[in-house]
């Protein structure tokens, strides 16, 4: 007997210590369960209308109606509050049913075991998988409370179609709070459970009632209703008319408002917990914004130039990261504006030739040259010879420095006169930034989307505010003046250039077009307000495929007044050249294009009329070396027009 008794001991210190030594291994680096759950806390808009932009809108357990928690419990797991995480004898009969199978298909399925493996494990079945499974629902059990674990489970269950948590799917599915669902619609969402995909009322609504139906006759045979009241449930259900309410699921702009809480001192399992976060968005145009933009490939930001608040934002699928693109000819401004408070005038000259900078060759759109065009048509027609010369001629480290360092946008910024036509990469809320300073006269603010943040008790315990974090400095222009410059030629740039489409009757609207490789810009506004919109997708155009879109939803805004400070001038014509705009034609090139007709002799001689002698000089000689007979020729035309 004692023999039996120590071997005992023993055997059972044996499985003791396999069984922590399991517990622990399995448990030892698990993170908090509340950073594993779909993240998620309630937003609003400026108005205090909830807005729902993420795939799992959380419900505080205090605010589950006790009748789905009867409902799902005695569905799911009716010892939920009496177990200590999973069912001893449902997992040693689900084992040796699975030993008998070699299927691995049965298991556990307590709520505690299900939040397990949502938040921790593979959907793989294997014995180890369940052992996992058992260990760390004992952990759960031991480091939260079962409202705690009840409230997670309710809150991070998969219900189909991309959505989690029973409140968001009340709200998608019917349209409605789960509080304020019937016992039949709240079957509907606890059948759910067994088969996210195939029993909702979307994809199978006649599946998704049977399946409500054998919830509802397991109350009835726990004895949770009675006869009459389940036939009365059975007779709502059948009469059920489901309509999906689609969600605007917006990740880029959620993690947006995560990001900026964050910083101001939030985490997310904070903020989910009773908080509301009131965002600067203005209801009116966001629902524009999501009615208009049903694509994922589509982003949208519009920000008040004087304060920086963010009024409307629509990412692009998360899968693009940062949101960073090339931003074409939408760069243009933001340098132009820099030539116009160095002292430039719309009315400066720029040569249209072909150039060749190394091995680069750059085109304007229309592969025509102009021989010159003024600083303002240069940016009307977005003509990229002209604007690659202007930005060599302010110098591309002064140029760069100025649109990063002074206009603050952050971005990837190449080291060449490729910048100059946009292959500088950066986001919607970026350029706009950048842009809001151009418009406002100079004041640099940072983008803010918070307005303020409540806790449960009601209490602002935070609040956005206008942020200037740069100040646009005064050179032979103030950046006041250089603003309203630059403005009426962005006017222009709508009223009859590369922007006409995004032209608004009784508005004035001053913007720029910008396309790159892979996508399309439009940029532009009021003195209130700027907004960016960008297309990725290939063969686009600023002018042809974004700035309609832009007008469309902008100009039905009430907000949007159309109303512009700008100042037109119209100064001397001065040519810009130096020595290395004279060396950057390409000459070999002139000459054919000469030769063949396509530039005429009369438009060399009139930008030789506008040089130095000494770059009249070095231009004619340059084509002398290619071809002499030519070079001749356009000296005698010049001598005879008064040159």
Do not use: C
């Not at 949007?560 to 001065?574: A, M």
């Not at 009139?606 to 002398?624: C, R």
Request: avoid cysteine; proline fraction near 4%; hydrophobic fraction near 40%.
């Amino acid at each position: 007997m004692r023999k039996f008794f120590v071997s005992f001991l023993i055997s059972a210190a044996f499985v003791f210590s396999t069984l922590w030594g399991l517990y622990f291994l399995f448990t030892k680096d698990l993170p908090p369960p509340e950073s594993r759950l779909v993240p998620t806390f309630r937003v609003f808009y400026s108005d205090g209308t909830p807005l729902f932009i993420s795939r799992n809108v959380w419900i505080d357990l205090s605010n589950v109606p006790e009748s789905f928690v009867n409902l799902l419990l005695t569905s799911e797991d009716e010892d939920f509050y009496r177990h200590p995480g999973f069912d001893l004898k449902g997992f040693i009969r689900a084992i040796l049913v699975d030993i008998k199978t070699l299927s691995f298909s049965q298991g556990g399925s307590t709520l505690t075991q299900q939040l397990a493996r949502t938040l921790y494990l593979s959907t793989d079945k294997s014995i180890v998988r369940k052992l996992k499974e058992i260990f760390i629902s004992f952990w759960l059990e031991r480091t939260r409370t079962k409202d705690e674990i009840l409230e997670m489970y309710i809150n991070s269950v998969y219900m189909g179609n991309g959505i989690y948590g029973f409140q968001t799917a009340a709200l998608y599915y019917f349209g409605k709070n789960l509080w304020e669902l019937s016992e039949p619609e709240m079957a509907v969402l606890v059948a759910l459970i067994k088969s996210p995909e195939n029993f909702n009322p979307e994809k199978n609504p006649e599946v998704s009632k049977k399946r409500a139906k054998i919830v509802l006759e397991r109350m009835l045979s726990e004895g949770k209703i009675d006869q009459q009241t389940y036939q009365r449930y059975v007779e709502e259900l059948s009469e059920l008319k489901f309509q999906v309410h689609w969600l605007t699921v917006d990740e880029e702009l959620f993690w947006r408002i995560v990001r900026e809480a964050q910083r101001a001192g939030f985490d997310l399992n904070e903020l989910r917990h009773g908080y509301k976060v009131f965002l600067t968005l203005d209801r009116d145009l966001q629902e524009r914004v999501f009615n208009i933009i049903q694509d994922e490939k589509t982003a949208f930001v519009a920000v008040k130039t004087k304060t920086g608040e963010i009024v409307a934002y629509r990412g692009i699928g998360i899968e693009y990261g940062t949101g960073w693109r090339q931003v074409g000819s939408a760069i243009k401004p933001l340098y132009y504006y820099y030539a116009l408070l160095k002292g430039m005038n719309p009315s400066n000259l720029l040569i249209d030739l072909p150039v060749r900078v190394g091995n680069w060759e750059p085109e304007n759109f229309d592969e025509k040259y102009r021989g010159m065009v003024s600083l303002e048509e240069a940016i009307v027609e977005s003509r990229n010879i002209p604007s690659v010369l202007l930005y060599s001629h302010i110098q591309p480290e002064n140029a760069k420095t100025f649109i990063t360092e002074t206009l603050k946008l952050r971005s990837r910024y190449p080291d060449d006169l490729t910048a100059a036509l946009g292959t500088v990469e950066t986001s919607p809320e970026e350029l706009v930034k950048a842009y809001s300073a151009v418009f406002n006269g100079g004041v640099v603010l940072q983008p803010y989307i918070i307005d303020r943040v409540v806790d449960r008790n009601g209490r602002v315990v935070y609040r956005g505010y206008p942020k200037v974090v740069s100040i646009v400095p005064s050179f032979v222009r103030t950046p006041q003046e250089a603003s309203e410059i630059m403005k009426w030629i962005m006017k222009e740039v709508v009223e009859r250039g590369t922007g006409v489409r995004a032209r608004i009757p009784g508005k004035t609207v001053a913007g720029k077009t910008g396309t790159a490789e892979n996508n399309a810009w439009f940029i532009g506004g009021d003195d209130e307000y700027v907004a960016a919109l960008v297309k990725d997708g290939k063969d686009l155009l600023g002018g042809r495929d974004s700035a309609p879109v832009w007008k469309e939803i902008v100009s039905d805004w009430k907000n949007f007044k159309g109303l512009l400070t700008y100042r037109e001038v119209h100064g001397e014509k001065k040519l810009v050249i130096d020595d290395q705009i004279v060396s950057y034609i390409n000459y070999n090139r002139l000459v054919e294009l000469l030769n063949e007709g396509s530039v005429g002799l009369e438009r060399i001689v009139e930008i030789l009329k506008f040089m130095d002698y000494n770059h009249q000089i070095e231009f004619l000689s340059k084509v002398n070396a290619v071809d002499p007979v030519l070079s001749l020729e356009i000296w005698k035309k010049f001598l005879k027009e008064g040159g």
